[in-house]
């Protein structure tokens, strides 16, 4: 050890200190895991009788869109971005006398009133009057949609991109089933450019060996600066077992998210398993989509919102899934996210949310959802419960949920006082703000500012000295008495926060410049 490092003293133990901060600079962090978390200089600091909770979100109530055209009997998965100020949608749509899906265009002022409009981009079925903007490429046969993104590193002419799930061919809908066994291996994963998102031209080449059924996401990931796709997998397995003497196959676990990664968005890499179902989710469930999302503000938190598909039940129930890295996964909370409807409601039984968070002002996202009010497999133990009436309205819809800007995963305490500190962090900035719900009475949250050196708080913004949050707030202002903001004493290379949560739920935290700065 060297002399002239400082010391930690814990219970008289020496620990030498090694600042490598983590560099927030003035990005807003995310406090959805524990990779924010230290065990701190003394055991008050220790993270203590806290949790991760799910936000809260605001369901609209009502289908915003359906299948009311004359041209279209049903519509599927759904893609929604915000495009300067309008809000664009694309959707496979389903049509009388057509086999097969086809991806359909609509567009918003303000996200919930969605019009078609004949477009005449590609003549379909003899017809130009119509809002069907793509069937496929050369061969199309039903491209069940993944999702459409706005490329920042684009070529020209490819700003918008499009994955989508393809046949091999027209021949598949003759050839699908033999003898009641459905085979993926006549499909493939495709995907598609356009400039203006209305006229798209399909890359030649496959991306997958087989179909992967159900809604995959693509989107461009500027850290690791890699296409991402997220698709349908069906290679989970359990239950295999090795020993001498005993050698035991694994059965298939059902459906999974899998992953590839691109420079060039035409050649992509083998698929890899990042998130299957475990023991825990029992062996009734399987995951059907993904609906990647990256955060909007900061380029290394990341979220997934799978649908688990509960066979005995006939749902899918949306969870939440987290990640630093764009690769490797955590589940930090496993209640449901978006609930279902109640009984006869339009999403009493579906809730398949669409890739990506859609900005609706400077502090709410929405998240558009496919929907569905019957089971997704004809349960019979379901169905005999269900009135003639109930039956004859199944339909797939789509509609959308509110929350607050961030508030997905959270860290929260009850009754119960809790306290956790944060690793050594640098940052830019002379105010710290907070984004913080109360959850019952008596709510309060406090920070004081540590020493990255000896972990001791420092003079003027220790607990005491901070005015407790009490009030909802998605940038509640930090302060301490007799202190315009953060002062130039503290170190703006090395230093640690520490919470003092009660009856709240802590979302994210951001070192700013104040107002005037």
């Known amino acids: 050890m060297s002399e002239s490092m400082p010391v930690i003293d814990i219970n008289q133990k020496k620990y030498p200190y090694r600042p490598n901060p983590f560099p927030c600079g003035s990005v807003r962090q995310l406090l959805f895991d524990d990779f924010l978390f230290s065990g701190g200089s003394s055991y008050d600091q220790f993270p203590y009788r806290i949790h991760f909770g799910l936000g809260s979100v605001q369901k609209h109530g009502e289908p915003l869109f359906v299948a009311d055209k004359a041209w279209e009997a049903s519509i599927a998965w759904v893609s929604v971005v915000r495009d300067g100020g309008r809000y664009r949608m694309w959707y496979n749509s389903g049509h009388e006398g057509h086999q097969g899906l086809v991806v359909s265009y609509a567009e918003s002022d303000d996200g919930l009133h969605f019009e078609r409009r004949p477009l005449g981009v590609v003549e379909w079925r003899g017809s130009r009057h119509h809002n069907v903007v793509y069937t496929g490429g050369h061969l199309g046969v039903s491209p069940e949609l993944g999702n459409v993104f706005i490329d920042p590193n684009a070529e020209e002419g490819e700003r918008f991109k499009l994955v989508h799930a393809e046949w091999n061919g027209p021949f598949v809908f003759d050839l699908l089933r033999h003898k ?186 929405a998240l558009y959802y496919r929907s569905g009010n019957g089971p997704h497999s004809p349960n019979a133990h379901i169905l005999k419960d269900m009135t003639e009436e109930e039956k004859a309205s199944f339909a797939s819809r789509m509609s959308r949920a509110i929350l607050k800007r961030d508030r997905v995963v959270g860290i929260e305490a009850g009754d119960a006082p809790g306290h956790f500190s944060t690793r050594t962090l640098s940052f830019e900035g002379s105010r710290l703000t907070v984004n913080v719900e109360p959850l019952g009475p008596g709510a309060e949250l406090r920070v004081q500012m540590l020493n990255a050196s000896d972990g001791k708080p420092i003079e003027g913004y220790s607990f005491d000295r901070c005015k407790p949050l009490a009030e909802d707030r998605v940038d509640g202002v930090v302060a301490w008495e007799g202190k315009e903001g953060i002062g130039p004493e503290v170190s703006r290379s090395a230093v640690r926060l520490h919470f003092h949560l009660r009856n709240v739920r802590l979302y994210a935290f951001q070192f700013r410049e104040s107002p005037s700065g």
């Open 180 to 365: 009641g066994v459905f085979t993926g291996k006549a499909g493939t994963l495709r995907g598609a450019y356009s400039p203006d998102g209305l006229s798209w031209t399909r890359y030649v080449e496959d991306f997958l060996p087989y179909y992967p059924d159900s809604q995959n996401s693509a989107a461009w990931d500027p850290t690791l600066k890699k296409y991402v796709v997220y698709h349908r997998s069906g290679a989970a397995k359990y239950g295999g077992l090795e020993l001498p003497g005993l050698s035991v196959k694994p059965l298939g676990r059902g459906r999974a998210v899998g992953r590839i990664e691109s420079d060039d968005f035409r050649n992509w890499t083998d698929s890899e398993l990042t998130l299957v179902p475990d023991f825990e989710d029992t062996l009734d469930t399987d995951i059907y989509n993904s609906a990647y999302s990256r955060h909007p503000d900061n380029p290394n938190a990341h979220y997934l919102f799978p649908s688990f598909y509960r066979h005995y039940r006939g749902c899918f129930e949306v969870q939440v899934c987290v990640s630093r890295d764009n690769r490797t996964w955590l589940r930090p909370n496993r209640s449901t996210f978006i609930p279902l409807g109640s009984r006869g409601a339009f999403d009493s039984f579906i809730v398949s949310v669409a890739p990506g968070f859609v900005p609706i002002s400077s502090d709410e996202w």
